[in-house]
T-cell receptor
Framework: GAVVSQHPSWVICKSGTSVKIECRSLDFQATTMFWYRQFPKQSLMLMATSNEGSKATYEQGVEKDKFLINHASLTLSTLTVTSAHPEDSSFYIC?????????????FGPGTRLTVT | GESVGLHLPTLSVQEGDNSIINCAYSNSASDYFIWYKQESGKGPQFIIDIRSNMDKRQGQRVTVLLNKTVKHLSLQIAATQPGDSAVYFCAENVIYNQGGKLIFGQGTELSVKP
């Protein structure tokens, strides 16, 4: 099956610094990628949707200047958490979607655990 | 963003029993629904899906039921095993002008007692 990878799998950073998380579709081209955030014991919350070569669409309440998303190619999207603070500590999960016939398939990455100290 | 921020409800079952996990979705225009299993520290894993023009779909040991009248989805797991212990989420594909996006429901933590 299709594989989505994330790097790093976990990261610890100091408050005020920026952190970049990569999401790659390894064996397929993703026309659309999604970024989710998940706090402990809670559901996945969609942050933004990005299509290759265009600006990301952010969900209501998600700061686009704080969570920078770049979808430069059909196999790579990056999420940069700028000026991270402890409240940004969370599990970040990306997802990649690819057309399949008249429909599509969507695959999730393994997640990146971010801890801001 | 969308989705909920409540703590997860839990369901505890005995090994070998059947499990039923329920989910309410919000958008009557959603065309596609998926159940995911998530183990601790991992990403969601696809279990089974169903299109809005269906009301039932069966897989191996799992069945999904869709009731569009009350916007309700359920996942039935037959002969539940300890390896089924995880958090289960339903997700709906919400259509918008740029395509579709998966919005996750609250989730249920399933605990299987041997």
């Amino acid at each position: 099956g299709a594989v989505v990878s994330q790097h790093p799998s976990w990261v610890i950073c100091k408050s005020g610094t920026s952190v970049k998380i990569e999401c790659r579709s390894l064996d397929f081209q993703a026309t659309t990628m999604f970024w989710y955030r998940q706090f402990p014991k809670q559901s996945l919350m969609l942050m933004a949707t990005s299509n290759e070569g265009s600006k990301a669409t952010y969900e209501q309440g998600v700061e686009k200047d704080k969570f920078l998303i770049n979808h430069a190619s059909l196999t790579l999207s990056t999420l940069t958490v700028t000026s991270a603070h402890p409240e940004d500590s969370s599990f970040y999960i990306c997802s990649a979607r690819t057309p399949r016939g008249a429909s599509y398939e969507q695959y999730f990455g393994p997640g990146t655990r971010l801890t801001v100290t | 963003g969308e989705s909920v921020g409540l703590h997860l409800p839990t369901l505890s079952v005995q090994e070998g029993d059947n499990s039923i996990i329920n989910c309410a979705y919000s958008n009557s225009a959603s065309d596609y629904f998926i159940w995911y299993k998530q183990e601790s520290g991992k990403g969601p894993q696809f279990i089974i899906d169903i299109r809005s023009n269906m009301d039932k779909r069966q897989g191996q040991r799992v069945t999904v039921l869709l009731n569009k009248t009350v916007k309700h989805l359920s996942l039935q797991i037959a002969a539940t095993q300890p390896g089924d212990s995880a958090v289960y989420f339903c997700a709906e594909n919400v259509i918008y002008n740029q395509g579709g996006k998966l919005i996750f429901g609250q989730g249920t933590e399933l605990s299987v007692k041997p």
